[in-house]
């Protein structure tokens, strides 16, 4: 989605009202300082939905919902990508000085997490049974 | 303010938990690609509370209450400014592709601004006429 963009001679102001987000912001966290070719995330959330915004350098997202992986680059501050429950995520941060900042729907909730892809497999198999047979 | 950070071999994640902050974030914004050595803000807010956040590069920040300035460098991602009401702003740019994160208590109200010098200090010594007799 695009983020509302100001700009002019003295650069770029981009502004997300927060009650215009499909979820309420619980968390706001943000990657910086990730070497040049290193992967975050790598992990599944159950419910958590998130918006991520590359607010400097470039980075390769990878969302899987269990059955179909999609790849997004997010190189631009004005573009943020919305991820929806039940996704396995990989962030690989393809310039150097990346920043990528992730406002999220809910606090930390160490239930919400799975740290194994076939884990994540399996959860997402039983959440929706028939989704491969639409 | 200092933001949780997590730093190991993959980067830096800083996280800011919502419930932690003295307001409700309504709104969230961000400059870039600002030319090296402008500056930003210049004007007041009545109301308006903010934690900023310079998540890449440095900027100068300047608050003013009307009575006494103070600046701030900010440089470190993982430090936040906590910005009460009642202050006049300005933000330097001091470093380039510098990036200032500002997570702010009010949804874009045109009323809570002030865009005038005089009129802040106006505005202020009306406020809190008796500040500078402690």
């Known amino acids: 989605m695009n983020i509302s963009s100001y700009v002019d ?6 502004v997300i009202e927060v009650g215009d987000l499909p979820f309420t912001v619980r968390r706001i966290y943000y990657l910086h300082g990730v070497p040049l070719g290193a992967t975050r995330g790598e992990h599944g959330h159950k419910l958590l939905e998130q918006l991520m915004i590359c607010m400097h350098g470039s980075c390769e ?5 269990g059955q ?6 997010l190189s631009l501050p004005s573009v943020a990508l919305y991820v929806p429950p ?9 310039e150097p000085d990346t ?3 992730v406002l999220a729907s ?8 799975i740290y194994d892809f076939e884990d994540f497999l399996a959860w997402s198999s039983q959440r929706s049974p028939d989704r491969s047979h639409p």
Do not use: H, I
Not at 9 to 14: D, H
Not at 61 to 65: A, E, G, K, S, Y
Not at 68 to 73: A, G, I, L, R
Not at 106 to 113: A, L, N, Q, V, W
């Open 86 to 94: 039940g996704m396995w995520r990989s962030l690989r941060f393809v």
């Open 68 to 73: 179909t992986q999609e790849p997004f680059k």
């Open 61 to 65: 997202v990878t969302l899987n919902d």
């Open 99 to 101: 920043v990528c900042c």
């Open 9 to 14: 001679a003295r650069g770029n102001l981009s």
């Open 106 to 113: 809910k606090p930390y909730e160490k239930e919400d997490y």
